[in-house]
């Protein structure tokens, strides 16, 4: 069973049974830009046509969901200035997403706690979210101030004030009362998470919604992620077999 990938052969991937639903954690940005004696905000800037290339490819052939890693809770740690063209970066992003919304028609959400960025962030992706709500096909999943167990902690708050106000009793908490807590609620969980960069960690992405998610990791940094990397990722996955638990 592939971890890593095998870049030896062709990917064959079966385009009538895709994954639902692929997230990838965009890492490796960072690393690509020393490469090339580049600041690391060179990287990010690259990193972010990467997104942009395989978002598009990801309609193109049919994915239903792509979730994407774009910011962690933890990423705040970086030094002012990297956070800062990362912030530059993505209000730059969603302008244009926002002037070419009627050609690439997909539906974009938000996954995380937003309240941390600028108040005029906050209105781009409030605004992003509002126009591409009618677009059907693609649902691309930025995932933005997020963190897997702040996610989880959230979404424990909620419900205990449901309760609280009689909106929930604990008696019906169940796997799918809980889900519809989190950010990702109306999202099936991930089928296919894949990590460039050589890391083989989670990084606290989608730690709920991951528990039966197959898992692929390559050593391409992510601006060098290709579509073609994307379909060596749907080739693997496409080999594993799901079991759930069962036999
Ligand atoms: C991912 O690339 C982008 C973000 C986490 C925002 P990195 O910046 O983590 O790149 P490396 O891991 O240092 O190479
Ligand atoms: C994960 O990458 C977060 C994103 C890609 C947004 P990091 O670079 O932050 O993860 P670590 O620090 O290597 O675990
Ligand atoms: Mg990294």
């Known amino acids: 069973m592939a971890l890593f990938s095998n870049k030896s052969r062709p990917a064959q991937v079966d385009f009538d049974h895709l994954p639902r639903h692929v ?4 890492d490796g940005n960072g690393r690509w830009a020393r490469k090339r004696g580049l600041p690391r905000t060179a990287g990010h800037g690259v990193g972010a046509e990467t997104f942009r290339t395989i978002a598009t490819y990801a309609k193109e052939i049919g994915l239903e969901y792509l979730s994407v890693y774009a910011f962690s809770t933890e990423n705040w740690k970086r030094s002012q200035d990297e956070v800062q063209a990362i912030m530059g970066l993505l209000k730059k992003y969603l302008l244009e997403a926002i002037g070419q919304m009627e050609r690439d028609r997909v539906k974009m959400e938000f996954f995380g706690d937003l309240s941390r960025l600028s108040p005029e962030l906050q209105e781009l992706c409030q605004r992003t979210r509002e126009i591409s709500k009618r677009y059907e096909g693609c649902q691309v999943n930025i995932c933005l101030n997020y963190g897997g167990r702040d996610e989880i902690l959230r979404a424990a708050r909620a419900w205990q004030e449901d309760c609280a106000a009689g909106r929930a009793r604990p008696e019906d908490l169940d796997e799918s009362v809980f889900s519809g ?9 991930p089928d296919l998470i894949i990590r460039p960069s050589g890391e083989v960690r989670t990084s606290n992405f989608l730690l709920w919604q991951s528990a039966y998610s197959e898992y692929y990791f390559t050593d391409v940094l992510w601006p060098d992620f290709s579509k073609n990397d994307l379909l060596e990722a749907i080739a693997v996955y496409q080999k594993r077999s799901r079991r759930f638990g069962g036999v």
Do not use: G, N
Not at 23 to 26: E, G, K, Q, S, V
């Open 23 to 26: 997230a990838i954690i965009m």
């Open 181 to 189: 807590y989190l950010f990702s609620k109306s999202v099936p969980d």
